[in-house]
């Protein structure tokens, strides 16, 4: 990047430029064909050119691109009433907005508005957003990209998996605790459903609630509709964003019935969010989901992975799903650079030794392969 980009110099960006794409495959300037075992950052849930999901989206932006919620839509509903059914679990409303940290904000906000209380209990590791509030329950945003003066709330953090910690740190000043069940930048980290149903136990015993951030995990990436089906632990909130509009810009918020009761008009508010064309995006990568049974295939190709990409310098793997922790023996930048030569776009994170991999769910065998003989050559 140069000065006559006119782009803020703030992304390191990866040695490739993509130019076009079609179903997991990237194509790029320099006439490469990439396997993307990235998916754009967890975004890229239904892969490239999905028919289904383009058709959805064009449709939307023919009939009428944009109306805000005081205007009454009819597509608005159906993704709210899809997305409630699609979580298979106690949630009874949804609050569509732009991004996993706006979502992860009013989280947040609702946590205090409903305890009056005044700190929120966070996981090392933990990756929230960059906005004050999801920026301030960030681990180690403080010293590397924060830089508002002051956190607006108490913060403290558990260690990942740290079960006595639990009970010292949850308390009666506690409002809420945020938890990724499967940590994204900190390495896909799964925190298991120990962890998770002590969690919810303290939170249900102090009155403090339960907000799973589902931004990386959630909508089928974990091989269920969101992790806390997976683990069988239930949160007073879940906020995912990512695969949930497969690259259309969105976010929400679903909330228990309790927490639901506890909305007034006007309460929360956004521009954007909720707007047709998110939710014609939403819906469409619902019923792609459901409907070519993705999920099912999430499960298989992800055991795939862990039965024969432990080679090369592949030592073990951590993780749910498509969400994927390959621990290496050797950096991760250095493994990540290297399957770049052999044309296979991988992530890393905080986790020096963990290559992240985060494909699009129509991910199969044959692409796995391919990435198991680039390992071994490595």
């Known amino acids: ?28 300037k320099d006439n490469r064909r990439v ?84 700190g929120i209990v966070a996981i090392e590791g933990a990756f929230h957003g960059r906005t004050a509030a ?9 010293k590397k990209w924060y830089e508002f003066p002051r956190a607006p709330f108490d913060v403290s953090y558990i260690p990942r998996r740290d079960l006595k910690a639990i009970v010292h740190q949850v308390c009666a000043e506690t409002a809420a605790v945020i938890v990724e069940p ?6 896909a980290f799964d925190m298991g459903t120990e962890f998770l149903s002590a969690l919810r136990a303290r939170c249900t015993a102090v009155g403090a609630l339960l907000i799973f951030d589902e931004v990386q995990i959630g909508m089928g990436r974990s091989g269920h509709p969101f992790a806390a089906n997976l683990y069988g632990v239930l949160p007073d909130m879940i906020t995912t964003a990512k695969a949930l509009g497969n690259g259309f810009p969105c976010g929400a918020l679903l909330m228990s019935p ?14 954007f969010g909720g707007g047709p064309m998110a939710c014609a995006a939403i819906e469409a990568v619902i019923d792609a989901i459901e409907n070519e049974d993705l999920m099912t ?17 592949v030592i073990g793997h951590q993780g749910a799903g498509f969400l994927h922790g390959l621990k290496t023996s050797q950096p991760a930048k250095e493994i990540q650079a290297l399957l770049l030569e052999r044309n296979i776009l991988t992530g890393t994170s905080g986790d020096p030794n963990v290559v992240r991999l985060l494909p699009p769910y129509i991910l199969k065998e044959k692409h ?10 490595i």
């Not at 999901?53 to 597509?75: G, I, K, Y």
């Not at 295939?297 to 432990?310: F, S, W």
């Open 258 to 271: 309790e927490v639901t009761a506890s909305l007034k008009l006007e309460g929360l508010g956004t521009t």
């Open 182 to 187: 499967v940590q994204g930048v900190g390495g």
């Open 297 to 313: 295939n999430v499960r298989r190709v992800a055991q795939y992975i862990r039965d024969t990409c432990t080679v090369g310098p």
């Open 368 to 377: 796995v392969d391919l990435l198991r003989e680039a390992l071994q050559s």
């Open 1 to 28: 990047m140069t000065p006559a980009d006119h782009l803020a110099p703030v992304f390191a960006q990866y040695p490739i430029e993509v130019t076009d794409a079609q179903g997991v495959w990237l194509h790029t």
């Open 35 to 118: 396997l993307d075992l990235y998916g754009g950052h967890a975004v890229a849930a239904l892969g490239y050119k999905h028919e289904a999901w383009t058709q959805a989206v064009t449709a939307q932006a023919n009939a009428c691109n944009f109306q805000s919620n005081a205007v009454p839509m009819a597509v608005r509903v159906r993704a709210a009433t899809k997305l409630i059914r699609f979580s298979g679990s106690h949630f009874d409303s949804v609050f569509f907005v732009n991004s996993g940290a706006e979502a992860n904000e009013n989280a947040l906000r609702m946590a205090f508005k409903m305890t009056r209380r005044t």
């Open 134 to 142: 999801a920026g301030a329950i960030t681990w180690g945003a403080e």
